[in-house]
């Protein structure tokens, strides 16, 4: 008998220069390894689309990328805000919204985070340096992808606690934008000792956005995150 394995859906990122769509492996590597099927969903297919491929789908993975449109937030887009990629945020906002109605679970990672976040109603610092202030970590690290270069604290009893059985996560960062205010209906599960908010999770823990990348990552409660993801989507 054939192995049934749920579908999660992925917005593909896009190469305006080279006019290209594309997921990076990594994140499709992760799922299949945690026992999903992912299924590409190109950015031009836009919002009349969606609802179709969100039917079609057990849960949803929104990537990391470049930086969000200040204006969907209802913010000018300032000086250090950094590219932005119209097709994609139009795409997954919509995608975010559709999967909150169908109640489908929904794993957003740094920029996929952050979209999730905006779509739900909330908002971004859209630079964290000159925004947030003196202390700040360094998020965008100069290590390899892979390497974990500060830690980060979960809250009990929220869903990334249950799955990685971890208090104290440590992890890699790679972002100059992150969560400011929160969207309604969510709640900040995850710090680093900067303050800086590196999760969040909706009330029925069924959308959750982290704001590393543990796809790149090797250890065993990275890969967690994953698995429960996949297991939420199986249900």
Known sequence: MAEIRPVILVPSAVDDEQSRLYARQPYCDALIKAGALPVLMPATAGACLAGAY???CSGVLIMGGVDVD?????EANRVYNGRISPQRDALETCVVKKAAQARLPLLGICRGAQILNI????????????????????????????????????A???????????????VNSMHHQAVKDIAPGFEAVCFSGDGIIEAIESADRRMIGVQWHPELMREQEQEAIFAGFVRLCAE
Not at 133 to 147: I, K, R
């Open 54 to 56: 969100i039917n079609m």
């Open 70 to 74: 200040a204006r969907l937030y209802g």
């Open 119 to 154: 779509a739900m109603g909330g908002t971004l610092y859209q630079d964290i340096y000159a925004q947030k202030g003196a202390g700040v970590f360094q998020h965008s690290q100069n290590a390899p992808e892979w390497h974990h270069t500060h830690s980060v604290k979960t």
């Open 156 to 170: 009990a009893g929220s869903w990334l606690y249950k799955v990685t059985g971890r208090e104290e996560l440590q």
